[in-house]
């Protein structure tokens, strides 16, 4: 009897739902971004806005980035629903605060997808995995940063508007 | 006219899984399964078969157990298929349990085919 499963699809099943579940928090993320992006613009936050702008598009490459890649292994990539995202946000503070804790997520996601490729010996899908987990370092590097910024250079007087142009100019360049 | 004669196809079915209530084959050169279940003998495919998998998984047969108001029937429809089933719910549990067994077969193979063909010893 052929292994007809096999012949098919590189991916089990479990790992298949896994990584769809993966492109629809990625897709999640990246309206998450993009309602950020909004608010911090309607609230004079210009850099800010930029800032989000561009991780909504980042999160969108990496939504792709799943989804061609269950589709090369011969699964079936689920375009996603995303509904209710949050579009109102108490304070400038609190962006930054929703921004990391959605990144923690996200890295504890991939490392649940990571866990149960091993324990199948999937080593291709634990391989592709590897750029997502270095990305999450940088994701929550920034966001983690951002929210420094608030503590060392404070919110009274004019520290929003300071903190915000110091958003502008995060960056994670680590060689390792 | 040149006939090149290759290995003959024998389309025989091979046995996945049966219980008394139903029994699933795999026809390697069709590339699919046949379910004989209810009374009918259903051609899946791959995606078919996981889609039919999911639809039988997802019924909930302890709340249905419990609801005496719901009538005794669910309907299996599996979108892009041309299989539909309508089943009491003592047909649900047996379908489940057909699916199941077939579901643990088949990775059996798949780790059969490894240790047999496919891993370098
Ligand atoms: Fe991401
Ligand atoms: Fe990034």
């Not at chain 1, 909004?38 to 939504?63: I, L, T």
């Not at chain 1, 804790?101 to 890295?107: G, I, L, N, Y």
């Not at chain 1, 503590?151 to 995060?170: A, P, Q």
């Amino acid at each position: 009897m052929k292994d007809l499963i096999r012949i098919r699809s590189l991916i089990s099943a479990d790992v298949e739902s896994l990584l769809n579940q993966q492109v629809k928090k990625e897709a999640t993320s990246s309206s998450i971004y993009l309602a950020m992006a909004s608010w911090c613009n309607r609230n004079g936050f210009d850099y800010s806005s930029e800032y989000f702008f561009k991780q909504a598009e980042e999160e969108r490459q990496h939504q792709l980035k799943f989804y061609k890649y269950i589709l090369d292994m011969g699964g079936n990539a689920i375009s996603p629903d995303v509904t209710g995202i949050k579009q109102e946000y108490n304070s400038f503070r609190e962006v930054f605060e929703d921004a990391l804790d959605q990144e923690v997520s996200v890295t504890q996601s991939i490392k649940n997808i990571y866990a149960r490729c091993l324990s199948e010996q999937d080593y291709v899908t634990n391989e592709f995995l590897n750029w997502f987990l270095k990305e999450q370092r940088e994701e929550e590097y920034k966001a983690r940063r951002a929210l420094e910024l608030f503590e060392v250079i404070g919110e009274e007087g004019t520290g929003n508007w300071e903190i915000d142009k110091h958003v502008g100019k995060i960056k994670y360049d680590s060689e390792a | 006219m040149v006939t090149t004669l290759t290995t003959p196809q024998t389309n025989t079915w091979a046995d996945v899984f049966a219980t008394a209530k139903g029994a699933v084959y795999q026809s390697d050169a069709d590339r699919c399964w046949y379910v004989d279940f209810a009374g009918k003998v259903a051609k899946f495919d791959y995606r078919c078969l996981l889609k039919l998998k999911k639809a039988v998984y997802n019924v909930n047969i302890e709340a249905k157990l419990l609801n005496v108001k719901d009538p005794d029937v669910e309907i299996i429809f599996i979108c892009a298929c041309d299989h539909t089933y309508i089943l009491t719910l003592l047909q649900i549990i047996a379908l489940k349990e057909l699916l199941e067994g077939t579901f643990v077969m088949l990775q059996l193979n798949s780790i059969l085919q490894d240790r047999l063909y496919r891993i370098a010893v």
